[in-house]
C-alpha cells in the first residue's frame, strides 16, 4: 500500500476531537476511524455488517467525544477484532460528505471525517465480536478488486459497504 504525495495524514491532531463536528458545508459530522488490518498472509480482513450502511467493511468506528483519533482506533480494534493492532500507520484523513450512518436517536449524521490506518495482527490473535459483524472472513486484495471470492467450493458477491470501496479505491487496490 502507498500513500501518493499530498495526501498524507495530519498525525499532530493536538487536542481530542469532539464526538460531533460541523463539516466543511455546515452539516453534522461524525468523526471514525478505520484500519486496513492485514494478518501475516497480506490478507484484508472484512466484516459483513449487521447494520446499515450495509455491506463487508474493514474495522471501524465512531471517535467518542475526548479521545484522539489513534486513541479511538485502538480502542474499536480491541471492542472489533479483539486484539492490539500492530504496526500502525497513518494512511489518510479527509472529509467524506457523503457517508452517512444509521440514526444514532437525535439525528442522521451524512458526513464524517476519516481518519484511516493500515495495521497488522495475527489471524489467530482475532476474536471477532458478533454484536454488529454477521460474518468476517480474510480477503486477497484480488479478491477484494474482483468483488468475488470462493470459500468451500461456493463463490459468493464481495459487496462492500461504500465507504469501504472508497477507501480501497484511494489506496490502489481497486482500481
Not at 453534522?28 to 488490518?37: D, F, K, Q, W
Not at 479511538?72 to 479527509?94: C, Q, S, W, Y
Not at 486484495?141 to 459497504?161: D, P, S
Amino acid at each position: 500500500m502507498h500513500m501518493k504525495k499530498g495526501n498524507a495524514m495530519n498525525v499532530n491532531v493536538k487536542k481530542p476531537l469532539p464526538k460531533v463536528g460541523v463539516a466543511s458545508d455546515g452539516r453534522t459530522m461524525h468523526y471514525s476511524v478505520g484500519a486496513l488490518v492485514q494478518n501475516e498472509n497480506n490478507e484484508y480482513f472484512l466484516m459483513d455488517r449487521k447494520y446499515e450502511p450495509y455491506g463487508f467493511a474493514g474495522m471501524a468506528g465512531h471517535v467518542d467525544a475526548g479521545e484522539y483519533p489513534l486513541q479511538a482506533l485502538m480502542r474499536e480494534g480491541l471492542e472489533e477484532i479483539g486484539t492490539k493492532l500492530r504496526h500502525v500507520r497513518p494512511v489518510r484523513d479527509v472529509e467524506v460528505p457523503w457517508n452517512h450512518c444509521r440514526n444514532d436517536g437525535v439525528y442522521r449524521v451524512e458526513v464524517h471525517y476519516w481518519y484511516l490506518y493500515s495495521a497488522r495482527v495475527n489471524s489467530s490473535d482475532i476474536t471477532v465480536s458478533d454484536r454488529e459483524t454477521g460474518r468476517w472472513d480474510w480477503f486477497t486484495a484480488e479478491e477484494i478488486q474482483g468483488g468475488r471470492y470462493e470459500r468451500e467450493g461456493v463463490q459468493h458477491t464481495l459487496k462492500l459497504e461504500p465507504v469501504w470501496e472508497y477507501w480501497f479505491k484511494k489506496v490502489g487496490i481497486i482500481k
